[in-house]
């Protein structure tokens, strides 16, 4: 069966092969392309077969030519001259010339012979850490060292063991891959592990985002305020108390200061100041900008005393000039 | 034994004895190698090989207009080609030779092949 070999195939061909030489220098390669081009125009003359039916895959033709014709294998020379100039220059500087001098050393030396035998230890180890950042990033902890996954520790487990089992395959497969290849693979992981860390660590803040009033709204995250618009105190007897600050375990304001309700109705709430005039929004309840005072909804149930003396707590009226820590108004990224 | 490897090791001495017989382009080496009985070998090889020795100072070469395609560049061995052929064609022989005799190849072999 002959196909009859057109310009334009030839065209391409010469085009990947080309491509497949750019990193040769422009002398050497427009030689041998040179040849190539009379090679596939005797080819196609004769009419027997597509080139690559007679001749193989353009980029195998590359290899196989400028092997044979004693140049630098693929990609190798410019590598070479990238990581070599990086190596001298590192060489020279006295950071450089500290540790020539320091692998002189007979320990040192002892040490970097060892290092190829720890290998397999850190495959196994960089598997279970791997579970344990994913695991950590959804903000699912551990169980003793076990990291959990979608909340079961037996889960984890398995999942730990099969990235250990993976991670020590990888290793001893990536041992068996040229240098060059290690690089490219070893960019392409790099990449897939930081957009799953950064998917994830989306994902996390929104986890975060409930409304828990012990930390401050994350700045991006504007849900504590979307669901929190106002705050009642009571004490042990059911009595609404009002002007009560409220702050963290580190003095820092938990500020409230949603404008909306959960209707979309636009609250106009007073703003609170200390005596040296500096606006505060963790004083609670928040009162109605009309001035009149709101009254809480509910009543809350009447505590039980406690055993000992319960001590009632005591709070500075509204408008109090009670002494404030310095507030912060602005909220502080949860560290979850 | 993979044939494949073995040309690697002779095929400039084959290019090499090729032209000593006549000058001749790429597609023509080629096409006298395999008509010579060396199939194995890749086209790009002949190719990436008369690169090889042109540019090592063994071939010279000259462009001789075509009236079908494009002008072809013939190459044909020079003095230094001539040498190498010479001394390549020597150590091929006598690696041979020590080959066959390490096989037995010169009273085993013609005995195999008589029954």
Same mark, same amino acid.
């Given at each position: 069966v002959t196909a009859p070999t057109t310009a334009p195939e030839i065209e391409r061909y010469l085009a990947a092969v080309r491509a497949a030489l750019a990193d040769l220098s422009t002398e050497d390669r427009e030689d041998l392309m040179e040849d190539v081009a009379s090679h596939l125009a005797d080819v196609a003359a004769e009419g027997?077969?597509?080139?690559?039916?007679?001749?193989?895959k353009p980029w195998d033709y590359a290899a196989e030519l400028r092997s044979?014709?004693?140049? $630098?294998?693929?990609?190798?020379?410019?590598?070479?001259?990238?990581?070599?100039?990086?190596?001298?220059?590192?060489?020279?500087? $006295?950071?450089?010339?500290?540790?020539?001098?320091?692998?002189?050393?007979?320990?040192?030396?002892?040490?970097?012979?060892?290092? $190829?035998?720890?290998? $397999?230890?850190?495959?196994?180890?960089r598997g279970y850490l791997a579970v344990l950042l994913l695991s950590a990033v959804f903000g699912e902890g551990s169980a003793g060292i076990i990291p959990r996954v979608g909340n079961s520790a037996l889960l984890g487990l398995l999942l730990t063991m099969a990235a250990m089992w993976g991670s020590v395959r990888l290793g001893r497969r990536w041992q068996a891959h040229p240098p060059g290849k290690r690089w490219a693979v070893a960019g392409a992981v790099t990449a897939v592990v930081l957009g799953v860390f950064f998917l994830a660590t989306g994902f996390g803040f929104n986890r975060s985002s409930s409304p828990d009033v012990y930390y401050g709204p994350p700045p991006e995250s504007a849900s504590v305020s979307d669901s929190l618009t106002n705050i009642y105190a009571f004490d042990a007897d059911g009595h609404p108390l009002t002007g009560v600050q409220l702050f963290d375990q580190d003095g820092k304001a938990i500020n409230v200061t949603a404008s909306y309700d959960a209707n979309g109705n636009e609250l106009h709430m007073q703003r609170r100041f200390t005596v040296s005039g500096v606006p505060v929004d963790n004083v609670f309840p928040r009162q109605p900008a009309d001035g009149i005072g709101q009254a809480p909804p509910f009543a809350p149930p009447r505590l039980a005393p406690t055993a000992g003396p319960s001590p009632s707590p005591s709070v500075a009226p509204s408008g109090g000039a009670s002494p404030v820590p310095t507030p912060t108004p602005t909220p502080t990224p949860s560290p979850r | 034994v993979d044939t494949t490897q073995l040309l690697k090791g002779v095929l400039d001495l084959a290019v090499l004895a090729v032209l000593a017989e006549e000058d001749g382009y790429g597609y023509d080496v080629v096409r006298r190698l395999r008509a010579a009985g060396i199939e194995e070998v890749g086209d790009a090889s002949v190719y990436g090989t008369l690169r090889r020795l042109f540019t090592a100072g063994n071939l010279s070469s000259y462009v001789v207009p075509s009236e079908e395609g494009p002008h072809r560049k013939y190459y044909g061995l020079n003095a230094a080609g001539r040498a190498a052929l010479a001394t390549q064609t020597k150590s091929w022989t006598g690696f041979a030779e020590t080959m066959d005799s390490l096989l037995h190849l010169d009273s085993h072999f013609k005995e195999e092949s008589a029954k």
């Amino acid at each position: 069966v002959t196909a009859p070999t057109t310009a334009p195939e030839i065209e391409r061909y010469l085009a990947a092969v080309r491509a497949a030489l750019a990193d040769l220098s422009t002398e050497d390669r427009e030689d041998l392309m040179e040849d190539v081009a009379s090679h596939l125009a005797d080819v196609a003359a004769e009419g027997r077969g597509t080139l690559e039916d007679r001749l193989g895959k353009p980029w195998d033709y590359a290899a196989e030519l400028r092997s044979a014709a004693g140049l $630098p294998v693929a990609g190798r020379a410019t590598r070479q001259s990238w990581s070599a100039g990086l190596s001298a220059a590192v060489a020279s500087s $006295p950071v450089g010339r500290a540790l020539a001098a320091a692998s002189e050393n007979r320990q040192v030396r002892d040490f970097r012979g060892f290092l $190829p035998e720890l290998r $397999p230890g850190w495959w196994v180890l960089r598997g279970y850490l791997a579970v344990l950042l994913l695991s950590a990033v959804f903000g699912e902890g551990s169980a003793g060292i076990i990291p959990r996954v979608g909340n079961s520790a037996l889960l984890g487990l398995l999942l730990t063991m099969a990235a250990m089992w993976g991670s020590v395959r990888l290793g001893r497969r990536w041992q068996a891959h040229p240098p060059g290849k290690r690089w490219a693979v070893a960019g392409a992981v790099t990449a897939v592990v930081l957009g799953v860390f950064f998917l994830a660590t989306g994902f996390g803040f929104n986890r975060s985002s409930s409304p828990d009033v012990y930390y401050g709204p994350p700045p991006e995250s504007a849900s504590v305020s979307d669901s929190l618009t106002n705050i009642y105190a009571f004490d042990a007897d059911g009595h609404p108390l009002t002007g009560v600050q409220l702050f963290d375990q580190d003095g820092k304001a938990i500020n409230v200061t949603a404008s909306y309700d959960a209707n979309g109705n636009e609250l106009h709430m007073q703003r609170r100041f200390t005596v040296s005039g500096v606006p505060v929004d963790n004083v609670f309840p928040r009162q109605p900008a009309d001035g009149i005072g709101q009254a809480p909804p509910f009543a809350p149930p009447r505590l039980a005393p406690t055993a000992g003396p319960s001590p009632s707590p005591s709070v500075a009226p509204s408008g109090g000039a009670s002494p404030v820590p310095t507030p912060t108004p602005t909220p502080t990224p949860s560290p979850r | 034994v993979d044939t494949t490897q073995l040309l690697k090791g002779v095929l400039d001495l084959a290019v090499l004895a090729v032209l000593a017989e006549e000058d001749g382009y790429g597609y023509d080496v080629v096409r006298r190698l395999r008509a010579a009985g060396i199939e194995e070998v890749g086209d790009a090889s002949v190719y990436g090989t008369l690169r090889r020795l042109f540019t090592a100072g063994n071939l010279s070469s000259y462009v001789v207009p075509s009236e079908e395609g494009p002008h072809r560049k013939y190459y044909g061995l020079n003095a230094a080609g001539r040498a190498a052929l010479a001394t390549q064609t020597k150590s091929w022989t006598g690696f041979a030779e020590t080959m066959d005799s390490l096989l037995h190849l010169d009273s085993h072999f013609k005995e195999e092949s008589a029954k």
